[in-house]
């Protein structure tokens, strides 16, 4: 049981991490909270993957206002976006994440968001890793 606990401290410490690293001056306290609006959860990906997420609302409206104009459709305009761009980044492991786990702050659906997430990373830190071996391999005369 404990052991749960620690997973999304985990992924709030690595989301934290990117941003840091994007020097963003934002940063993840509660992962069902803080990205149930899309906004910080574009902030993630965009320091992740280093592309930007165009059209993201930076600014939706409050919850409250939300429910007299349109209930939460900027915070899952915001969230499909974001979801959009990874699927074009073909990042694996979202077929069962939706906007509205998302933005309803689903524990579940945030962290698998964020380990398809890690995932993605890591295989294209591998990936580059491999080119830059196979180009120094080919600058590398023959003995």
């Known amino acids: ?8 401290e985990i992924y709030t410490d690595w989301a934290n991490h990117y941003l840091e ?13 803080d990205c149930s609006d899309g906004v910080l959860l574009a902030e993630v990906i965009e320091s992740v993957t280093c592309q930007k997420i165009p059209d ?3 600014k939706p409206k409050s919850p409250s206002q939300m429910e007299i ?7 899952l305009d915001n969230i499909n976006l974001c979801l959009g761009v990874l699927k074009a980044q073909h990042v694996s492991g979202l077929e069962n994440v939706s906007a509205q786990e998302l933005r309803d702050g689903k524990l579940k659906a945030i962290l698998a968001l964020f380990f398809a997430l890690s995932r993605h990373k890591q295989a294209a830190k591998q990936r580059a890793q491999q080119i830059q071996q196979n180009q120094i391999g080919e600058m590398t005369p023959n003995r």
């Open 1 to 8: 049981m404990a052991a749960l606990l620690v997973i999304p």
């Open 21 to 33: 690293k994007a020097r963003s001056k934002k940063r993840v306290n509660s992962l069902a909270a």
């Open 56 to 58: 993201i609302n930076r």
């Open 69 to 75: 104009l349109k209930p939460h459709l900027d915070n």
